[in-house]
């Protein structure tokens, strides 16, 4: 059954990108090499004596791992699509952050996670 994961998809990546806020110093090379354009700078964390972090639309990553190659400061996580949920709510950043987006980070994330479960099961029949 697919669940709020939006429309049918094909079959998601075995594994998805995470960035890891806290470790995060916005240098934006990981948008530089994405090769869906899925990164994006989270909005209001642009402050020019903090700088920002970035965050990953999990919906459309690819599961390519190039961001994390190249991130310069080994920000990134690649995580088994159906654990993602667990790595994207200890994802760090400012304490509200993942609480207050929650819906649109977690909530995603678990939704993919169970269809990557069926889908993997299905695979295995
Ligand atoms: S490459 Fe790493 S440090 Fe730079 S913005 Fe991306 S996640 Fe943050
Ligand atoms: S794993 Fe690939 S598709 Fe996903 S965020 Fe990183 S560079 Fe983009």
């Known amino acids: 059954m697919a669940k709020a994961a939006g429309k ?3 079959k998601l990546p075995k594994e998805l990108a995470v960035i890891r806020a806290d ?4 240098c934006d090379a990981c948008i ?3 090769p869906v ?10 402050q020019p004596t903090i700088g920002h972090f970035c965050d990953v639309d999990l919906e459309r990553c690819i599961g390519c ?8 400061w080994d920000a990134i996580d690649m995580v088994p699509t159906t654990e ?5 709510a200890n994802k760090g950043g400012p304490p509200e952050y993942v609480e207050q987006n929650w819906e649109r980070l977690v909530s ?7 269809l990557a479960a069926e889908q993997q099961a299905a695979t295995k029949k």
């Open 8 to 10: 049918p998809r094909k």
């Open 23 to 26: 470790n995060c110093t916005g």
């Open 32 to 34: 530089e090499v994405c």
């Open 37 to 46: 354009d899925c990164i994006y700078k989270v909005p209001g964390t642009e």
């Open 65 to 72: 791992a190039l961001c994390e190659r190249w991130c310069p």
């Open 84 to 88: 993602v949920a667990y790595h994207v």
């Open 108 to 114: 995603i994330a678990q939704s993919l996670a169970e």
